[in-house]
């Protein structure tokens, strides 16, 4: 039943690397064994416990360095949202049991929802005043605004490093200075889930307290993420529990999801540099050429802001739901703005973030490259939106 | 011929995508689900239950399934005119407005972009070619469940691009088709309700959310006399029984007039409640054209709500619509409620409909 005529007949390109990447097969490799007969609870006192401890030990090592952290900074979550919704909350009600006097979060206006809905809720549960902070029309946040926005009573800033529907590199090290400067009780969290599979993350977040990554957004499963907690920055558990992860995550730790996890961040980083330059030789190629031959096309933000893998083009005049329709059915796999529950597309509220009006706002499509992307997908692309494109405007 | 089927999550819409596979090959069909309220409803045609509903069953009848995101349009189209006309005295009827402006417009012109030669949707109607190659909406086969009612402002552009697969069946076919295809629509109750609006809400609830509402008075029909107050003048609707009581002639009174800018509510006996005519306007031909004279005194056969009664009635034209005279007296027909009007030699067929002034 799962094996549908169309991905038996057609060729298919996929582009939504954004939203989930496929496996590196030496993650699959690396995880297999704590699949099987390395099944162990890392929390026990015998020889099989000891062997899973191991491998979360050495995973978390892995991690840390990579990330640019001490081993004790990291925390394994079930992924990017629930690391986000562990910086915001847990970030906040530590923060705010110490400092009593902060009563204001900031975010940017175009955070993923898992940070952005978290925010809100927990302005709504608390009384505290969510600030957020619009973009210029580059997406990028503005940073007048955010020095309006970060004052003494912020007890928590959260800023994505890159916006996961159009790519940008947001300037966390401005954003950084402005939160030390301005709100100093603040905790500054940072949701590096698209980041990650890009961009040296050491660098990127150092002077973040909290930071966010995803596993499947880098060639590892999903349901696993990651968390660094800077030392000396609080934290209450959003799952209390037998108090794993030093006492920030309960619940028995996914062993082999971790493990797949360091090692396909492994990979990413090791190849990065190579995997940079032929990812962005293709995006160029795709959307100079879109550009070029395809009428009424607008990009989203500058390229040179962006991640090698992004690629956010406006169609004019048409709806974005329709065009994914029409590419999914020729083979090529793209998305439009955020799906809702139902899977449904919403329109952006990233774009609305940039000043884009909402019917600009619908004729956003993203093309997002990875480490297997390939000329031939390119090909595939450039041979079928432009007939798309005629279809839906004729 | 390629079809792209609404599928509610209902086992009508289950089964017409059904026969439509089993009919054209799963490769020519698509299943869509439209998104169409962002905001709480019990059911309707937008929760995630549904969604997953229609899902499920495009997946076991082999069909690809989308789900469209039409909110914007339903509430531009759909809520926001139900909310206004409610302001302004008026009921206007959703279901009919969201096939008029989501489903058979909307939507129609959705598929043809995406390639597709028709729409199908699980009402209980028919849409039948006669021999002049016209397209011709006939009641649907069941005729408790006929929905013909709310498909009567569709022409013959929409209809040449429509499929009612199910409008051939009784309910209880429907229903043993989708048991004996084992799709797990088969036993979910019928909607019920505008579909928007929480049965733990009512439409007080959520016109009251939406809306400020007036405390009025009510005055008796014929001699203006006040007789008390009532809650809410937006909330009352004309030809509505519940809670008007009973006059001094022992006779239960009925709504008869709503004036909302002037808070007043007008009641009256049974006979008062009642008339001979009423002035529609948004007048839609389902054969026709729109602007072309309509003679005097056209024999017609008038269908005054859901599943009200056929009345003989005969037409006339109007400046701004059409008048439609009963041939004995009818319930007032509540200002923004629709009138379908059909064959009197063939009353399956409908002729068209419009909106009660």
Known sequence: ????????????????HAATTPMHPEAIEAMRPYLDGRFGNPSGSHAESRRARLALDDAREQVAELLGADLGEVVFTSGGTEADNLAVAGGWHANAFDNPPVAALVCSAMEHHAVLNACRALARQTGAELREVRSDRNGIIDLDQMAEACTP?????????????????????????????????????????????WLDVTTLAESCDLIAVSAHKFGGPKGV?????????????????????????????DVAGIVAMAAALAITVAERDRTTARVVALRDRLGDALVATVAGVAETGDRRQRTPGHLHLRFSGIESEAMVVLLDAAGVAVSAGAACSSGAVEASHVLEAMGLDRAQATTGIRFSLGSTTTEADVDLALAVVPDVVAQLRD | MRVLVAMSGGVDSSVAAALLAEELGPDQVVGATLKLWGGASDSGCC????????????????LVHHVFNFADEFEEWVVNPYVRGHAEGRTPNPCIECNRHL???????????????????????RCVVTAERRFQLRRGADALKDQSYVLAML?????ARVRFPVGEMTKAQVRDEAHRLGLRTAAKPDSQDVCFIRSDEGRQGFLGARLPLHAGRLVDHDSGE???????????????RRGMGHGTDGRRRFVTAVDVPARRVSIGTPEAAHTTEVRLHTVAWVDGDPTAPVPEDVDTVVQLSAHGRPVPATVRRTPDGIAVAFAT??????????????APGDPDVVVGSGIAQ
């Open chain 1, 1 to 16: 039943m799962a094996e549908r005529v169309e991905g038996d007949t057609t060729r298919r390109a996929y582009f939504d």
């Open chain 1, 153 to 197: 009573e912020v007890g928590l800033v959260s800023v994505m490093a890159v916006n996961n529907e159009i790519g940008t590199v947001q300037p966390l090290g401005a954003v950084a200075d402005i939160v030390r400067a301005h709100s100093p009780q603040a905790v500054l969290h940072t949701d590096a889930v698209q980041a990650a599979p």
């Open chain 1, 225 to 253: 993420g990651a968390m660094v907690v800077r030392a000396g920055t609080r934290l209450e558990p959003l799952l209390y529990g037998g108090g794993q992860e030093r006492e920030r995550r309960s619940g028995t730790p």
């Open chain 2, 47 to 62: 929760s995630v239950a549904d969604v997953e509903d229609a899902r499920r069953v495009a997946d076991q009848l082999g």
């Open chain 2, 103 to 125: 489903k058979f417009d909307r939507l129609l012109e959705r598929a043809r972009s995406l390639g597709f030669d028709a729409v199908a949707t699980g009402h209980h109607a």
């Open chain 2, 155 to 159: 022409g013959q552009d929409q209809l």
């Open chain 2, 226 to 240: 006040d007789l008390g107050p009532v809650d809410a003048v937006e909330l009352v609707t004309v030809g509505q």
């Open chain 2, 329 to 342: 007296p009818q319930r007032r027909v509540a200002p923004g409620q629709t009138v379908a009007l059909y």
